[in-house]
């Protein structure tokens, strides 16, 4: 089941969105947001969102001006695996495990094309978007881990780890509880772990976006424990 957002007046600002292909993965096209008078000596924070399963980049990307319009360079990337045609007739696409390459090449343009900082790169995933984020996470150092109504596989490598967990409590798929068990063992093996609910189900609420943009712009700042 593909997830939705819950906040139908997303702003789709298009003079802030670019789309790439990259030669190294022609089939899987990245889309860019740069923040409202975006400053090219300004080293930004980056935000790289992992969609759904049954979605796409552009389904992130309605997300990005509703984190914020002004704190980060978003970059929104596409899984590797097609599944057919949704109901609308947009492409559907999911992820694997292991190491993707798609989005570390999507990474490494977007850090060569924009002002980003590299000690603030954060990532954010979307229900299985969620698990793709997290090992993409373990492959290199970020910044931290948004986590929205998804499952966190659990294993080696969580150490110096920070991450933030929002979580519907009325989620059909992955409960509350599985959630934060989730969180318990990550944070046992040495990870900085938050988890907040909120009342919702798979969608993701303008609520959980206000709280990950507080809870990101905290590490910015330093505030690691807020």
Not at 67 to 85: D, K
Not at 138 to 160: C, E, F, Q, T, W
Request: charged share 20%; hydrophobic share 45%.
């Amino acid at each position: 089941m593909p997830a939705t957002i819950s906040h139908a007046t997303a702003e789709h600002r298009a003079e802030g969105f670019r789309s790439f292909v990259l030669p190294a993965v022609p089939h899987r096209p990245v889309r860019v947001c740069l923040p409202i008078d975006y400053q090219p000596k300004y080293a930004y924070p980056l935000i790289v969102l992992f969609h759904a399963d049954g979605e796409c980049e552009e389904h992130t990307a309605r997300l990005v001006p509703l984190l914020s319009q002004r704190n980060y360079v978003g970059l929104c990337v596409r899984g590797p695996i097609s599944l057919g045609p949704r109901a609308d007739g947009r492409p559907a696409f999911g992820w694997r495990k292991g190491t993707d390459r798609g989005v570390n090449a999507a990474l490494v343009h977007t850090m060569a094309q924009y002002n980003i900082h590299p000690d603030r790169v954060f990532l954010m995933g979307v229900c299985e978007g969620v698990a793709a984020a997290y090992r993409f996470a373990l492959s290199r150092r970020v910044a931290g881990v948004v986590a929205l109504n998804g499952i966190l596989p659990v294993g080696a490598g969580a150490n110096d780890l920070r991450l933030w967990i929002g979580h519907g409590t009325a989620n059909p798929v992955v409960s509350l509880a599985e959630a934060r068990s989730a969180g318990a063992r990550l944070a046992a093996a040495g990870a900085t772990v938050r988890v907040t609910r909120y009342s919702t189900s798979r969608r993701v609420h303008a609520d959980m976006l206000r709280d990950a943009n507080r809870w990101i712009m905290a590490q910015v700042a330093g505030k690691s424990d807020e």
